[in-house]
């Protein structure tokens, strides 16, 4: 390490640096970056330095501490967590150079920060890039002072570098685990009224190019950016600001808590005066104020922006900010809008399953469930593996998660069914099947017919393979029954035994095995539903295209066939329709009351 190293990055030395950007890139880290952009352009951050990068490294030679941080390096995931809780204890018994304490004390009175409270945070040199934000990744202290409790809070900061959370983070995005270095921002701290995030672009609505995005609570952001506490959000109109007005659409929550400084240092949780529970946490003009602010970061950093901004004794500051990794790229909207990008939805059928609001970890399992299935149910109906292979982009991607709901994308439902022999009928009965109402119709938008030329192209059978899937097909439709007895004698077996499990009381690793075990039981041998629902879907298919030649001649809409098939029974899904009927019937006679036909119904199903 050259011995004339810079220790600590100041915002006044910075902007006369020839290679001011290497330099930020190299020792400070992303957020320090970014708050000296902001700096740069004006904008109202608190005062601040940074302790760079090389200063973690010459902490770490001046404690011996080289081989610990390599060895966590070659470690496996699941030694992460215990192994960052050894390395914070060995940092913090660690010492800071005589050097770099006595720049540190000279920065905080030359800033005039020596008498204040301060906030320490980290800066990884990978943080908030337009590609990694890692965000909540690194500590932060808030209402440090005191050139000891500095000093403590920078080593638990250099520490958070090697946290469980952060290593997860960076093997997840094949971010090398080596030559890890943490750079330290210390800034002054703003002890805020009311404070919170906002959303240059609408992170939840990604497509909606107009819509801005604030949260807001009482006291310090860190209620809201630690989950702890709810925000008012208020969704702001980014062209009528444009045009000097605002839009705001508010969303207002109960707001009875608040995280202000604690009078010993720190945080404290506090009440907030009933009064103010239940109102705005910002007036129009503070919205208008940070809304503006938040669209000025995009356009002079050149991205939108995710900031943290705090508003102490009605001066409005901004504290840090990155880029919102999460939008679709400008070229998807451009291609969007020039017809190049777009894609159908529907859900039809699927919102039985997943009828509410669906978590990005549940809409995963699903999607890789569906893609699982359904090369199953291609390699069952004798599809080429190479066909297959080819179409990997198909499989994984049957599903869209849109606002929560889950979709169908309704192309690549088409792509699959073309890979099957007789994928003319395939296509009315899987329409039939998925409760898709329009179907691919020739009156259809010239948009949407586009997305759907590939259909006039399919995937070409040899006659000898129609023939096989023929033979294939009429011989499971025998065996059906069997084939469904022995799955289900499977999978009762091995669900009971699963069910008598406590999950609760197994350890991750266990945890995880287990998954993959029961995917092993169930998912990878699914083929007989798939066969069964093939079947279903044949049959119903024929039965629908039977009723529209019985009844007027083509006539659109006719139900008969589910007419025919609702009556015969042993339907579970029509259970729910026929005890609605039965309530009806029996409240139209007037005999009795409802309380009483509930009870004769247990009664009768032995539930008393």
Same mark, same amino acid.
């Given at each position: 390490?050259s011995s004339n ?11 006369n ?5 290497g ?6 880290g992303?957020? %320090?970056?970014?708050?000296y ?7 109202p ?11 973690f ?8 501490l080289?081989v610990?941080?390599e ?5 496996p995931?699941?030694?992460f967590?215990a192994q960052?809780?050894?390395?914070e204890e060995?940092?913090?018994k660690?010492?800071l ?5 006595s720049?540190?004390?000279?920065a905080?009175?030359?800033?005039d ?8 945070r980290?800066?990884?040199l990978d943080?908030?890039s %337009? ?17 000891? =409790? ?7 900061? &250099?520490a ?7 290593m ?8 090398p ?13 703003? /002890? ?10 609408n992170p939840v609505r ?14 310090l952001?860190?209620?809201l ?8 959000n208020?969704?702001?109109s980014?062209?009528?600001? =444009? ?17 202000r ?5 720190g945080?404290s949780?506090?009440s ?18 940070v809304a503006?602010?938040?669209? @000025?970061?995009?356009?002079e ?16 500051y901004?504290?840090?900010t990155r ?16 017809g190049?990008?777009?894609?159908? &939805?529907? /859900?039809?059928?699927i919102?039985?399953?997943y009828?509410g609001?669906?978590?990005?970890l ?6 890789r ?16 593996q190479? &066909? ?9 991607n049957?599903?869209?998660?849109i @606002? ?6 309704l ?6 069914v073309?890979?099957?022999?007789g ?17 691919l119709?020739p009156e259809?938008?010239?948009e949407?017919?586009k ?5 006039? /192209? ?6 000898s393979?129609k ?9 499971r439709f025998r065996?059906?029954d069997?084939?469904? =007895? ?5 999978f009762? =077996? ?17 945890l ?9 039981q169930?998912l990878?041998? &699914?083929q007989?539903?798939?066969? /069964? ?25 006719g139900?008969?066939?589910?007419d025919?098939?609702c009556?015969q ?15 009806a %019937? ?9 309380r ?13």
């Amino acid at each position: 390490m050259s011995s004339n190293f810079q220790r600590l990055l100041l915002p006044s030395e910075l902007k006369n640096h020839p290679d001011v950007t290497g330099l930020l890139t190299r020792e400070a880290g992303g957020k %320090a970056r970014n708050l000296y952009r902001m700096t740069s352009h004006g904008f109202p951050v608190p005062a601040w330095f940074c302790v760079s990068a090389s200063s973690f490294q010459e902490f770490v030679q001046h404690n011996g501490l080289r081989v610990e941080l390599e060895r966590m390096q070659s470690m496996p995931l699941d030694q992460f967590e215990a192994q960052a809780k050894y390395i914070e204890e060995i940092f913090l018994k660690g010492s800071l150079s005589p050097a770099l304490e006595s720049e540190i004390q000279t920065a905080l009175k030359n800033l005039d920060l020596h008498d204040c409270f301060v906030a320490v945070r980290s800066s990884g040199l990978d943080e908030d890039s %337009a590609a990694n934000s890692f965000a909540g990744q690194f500590s932060s202290f808030l209402f440090q002072k005191g050139t000891a =409790a500095i000093a403590e809070s920078l080593k638990r900061c &250099w520490a958070s570098g090697f946290s469980g959370r952060a290593m997860a983070y960076r093997v997840e995005r094949g971010i090398p685990l080596s030559g890890i270095a943490v750079g330290v921002v210390i800034q002054k701290m703003v /002890n805020a009224d009311r404070a919170g995030v906002a959303f240059s672009r609408n992170p939840v609505r990604a497509l909606d190019r107009d819509s801005l995005l604030i949260a807001s609570v009482y006291g310090l952001g860190e209620g809201l950016v630690s989950g702890y506490l709810e925000s008012d959000n208020y969704d702001v109109s980014r062209s009528e600001l =444009a045009a000097e007005r605002l839009k705001v659409t508010p969303t207002l929550v109960l707001k009875d808590q608040a995280f202000r400084q604690s009078p010993s240092g720190g945080v404290s949780i506090v009440s907030v005066p009933e009064v103010e529970q239940t109102i705005s946490s910002l007036s129009e003009s503070e919205i208008k104020a940070v809304a503006q602010l938040t669209k @000025r970061l995009e356009v002079e950093l050149g991205a939108p922006q995710d900031c943290e901004w705090a508003i102490e004794n009605g001066e409005l500051y901004v504290v840090q900010t990155r880029p919102i990794t999460s939008l679709p790229s400008e070229d998807y909207f451009d291609m969007s809008i020039r017809g190049h990008m777009p894609t159908l &939805w529907d /859900n039809s059928n699927i919102i039985e399953s997943y009828s509410g609001v669906t978590s990005p970890l549940t809409f995963s399992f699903a999607s890789r469930a569906y893609r699982q299935v359904y090369i199953q149910f291609c390699e069952v109906m004798g599809v080429p593996q190479a &066909w297959i292979d080819e179409r990997e982009d198909v499989f994984r991607n049957m599903l869209g998660l849109i @606002r929560g709901r889950i979709y169908y994308n309704l192309v690549n439902w088409y792509k699959l069914v073309l890979l099957l022999p007789g994928s003319s009928a395939n296509k009315s009965f899987m329409e039939t099947m998925m409760g898709v109402k329009q179907g691919l119709k020739p009156e259809v938008a010239p948009e949407v017919a586009k997305l759907f030329e590939f259909v006039q /192209n399919p995937p070409r059978y040899r006659l000898s393979q129609k023939i096989k899937l023929t033979v294939q097909t009429i011989v499971r439709f025998r065996q059906i029954d069997d084939l469904i =007895a022995t799955f289900n004698r499977g999978f009762v =077996a091995a669900y009971e035994v699963a069910r008598k499990k406590d999950y609760r009381k197994i350890g991750f690793d266990e945890l995880v095995a287990e998954y993959h075990k029961l995917e092993d039981q169930f998912l990878k041998k &699914w083929q007989v539903p798939i066969i /069964n629902d093939y079947l279903c879907m044949i049959f119903f298919g024929l039965l629908k295209s039977l009723t529209e030649k019985w009844v007027a001649a083509g006539a659109e809409g006719g139900s008969l066939q589910n007419d025919l098939l609702c009556g015969q029974g042993d339907l579970e899904s029509t259970e729910p329709t026929k005890t609605l009927m039965r309530i009806a %019937a029996h409240i139209d006679s007037e005999k009795g009351s409802f309380r009483d036909w509930v009870f004769k119904r247990e009664s009768d199903d032995g539930l008393e």
